[in-house]
């Protein structure tokens, strides 16, 4: 793979359009009626699910219809597994934006989920929710500085789980948000939703969205952009923005981050922008980033 770099950016001023994630301070985001992001200084994080947009969803097999798709559960499935035996206050943690965020493996995290005993949040970009998610998941995506709150409709003391795909970044930032908001219960998928041995898509889990249509020609490809910062920005976040997809990475305490990027239907044509702590450049994708792979 050919490697590339980031170059030095111009300009600080952040570009709008990424659900919140490019935003500044605590502003948050809602979807104009062009399925834009847009900022707003009042409302939280945008919240979507099949019965709220256009697309026309399939699963990845024969399983039992959500009827209730604003709740973020799963549908209920017959013989459900036991309950999982470790205590959750066992699990590895990570620090975000001021909170400790529990990642919970993912046997425990499927069992919950089989056995209707969590909600489930997919914190990434529209586009990237539309072709595939966690079956009976919502959509409300992480946001700059876990900005965007509560999801007001659902009971503080429920159990959540955020997830992302690359493993934890932006789950963790969703998580951190959701904890801000009151939220007591909240877990970040430790594996995530793709790139990795033993994620939710590589173990087939239910999933629904528009790749399982019959004739879709989407495809997912990887890319990885890496760079360096003032190492004094250690901790904070590096965005990385495609239309209506993201991702995000924490700058390391040597001040480098590398961001995974698992994007639908990009080439390297694609205008990409990169945020750091400081700067904000837009370029083409194959200017910033590696070549891809195919991602599974």
């Known amino acids: 793979m050919k490697r590339r770099t980031v170059l030095g950016t111009t300009g600080a001023t952040l570009l709008g359009g990424l659900a919140g994630c490019l935003g500044g301070g605590d502003e948050t985001s809602s979807l104009d009626s ?19 947009l256009e697309e026309t969803f399939a699963t990845n097999g024969d399983y039992p219809p959500d009827d209730d798709p604003a709740d ?13 035996e470790t205590d959750p206050s066992s699990y590895p943690t990570t620090e975000t ?9 993912i046997d425990d995290v499927y069992a919950w989920y089989r056995r209707g005993e969590a909600r489930f949040v997919d914190a990434r970009g529209p586009d990237q929710y539309t072709f595939a998610h966690v ?23 429920d ?54 249509r019959d004739g879709t020609q989407a495809s997912v490809s990887t890319w990885r952009i890496r760079g360096a ?29 590398e961001l995974t990027l698992h994007f639908v239907d990009v080439t390297a044509d694609t205008p990409t922008t990169v945020t750091t702590p400081t700067d904000s450049v837009t370029r083409p994708l194959g200017d910033l980033a590696t070549d891809p792979s195919d991602a599974t």
């Not at 973020?72 to 999982?84: I, K, L, N, V, Y």
């Not at 790139?195 to 939710?200: A, N, T």
């Open 229 to 257: 910062v003032d190492p004094a920005h250690a901790g904070e976040y590096v965005w990385a923005q495609t239309a209506r997809q993201y991702e995000a990475a924490p700058v390391a305490d040597d001040g480098s981050y």
């Open 159 to 212: 159990r959540i789980v955020t997830y992302c795909g690359c493993p934890h970044h932006l789950s963790s930032i969703r998580a951190a948000g959701l904890q801000k908001g009151g939220h007591t219960a909240v877990f970040a998928l430790d594996e995530g939703f793709l790139d990795r041995e033993g994620s939710w898509k590589y173990e087939s889990y239910p999933m629904a969205g528009t790749q399982f």
């Open 34 to 52: 062009g399925g834009t992001p847009t900022q707003t200084p009042t409302q939280g994080a945008p919240f979507e699910h099949p019965g709220t």
């Open 97 to 105: 934006n001021g909170e400790t965020v529990r990642l919970a493996p």
């Open 135 to 157: 079956y009976g998941a919502v959509w409300s995506p992480a946001m700059q500085g876990s900005a965007g709150g509560a999801i007001q409709s659902w009971p503080a003391e």
């Open 72 to 84: 973020g559960r799963p549908p209920a499935f017959d013989d459900p597994p036991a309950a999982p």
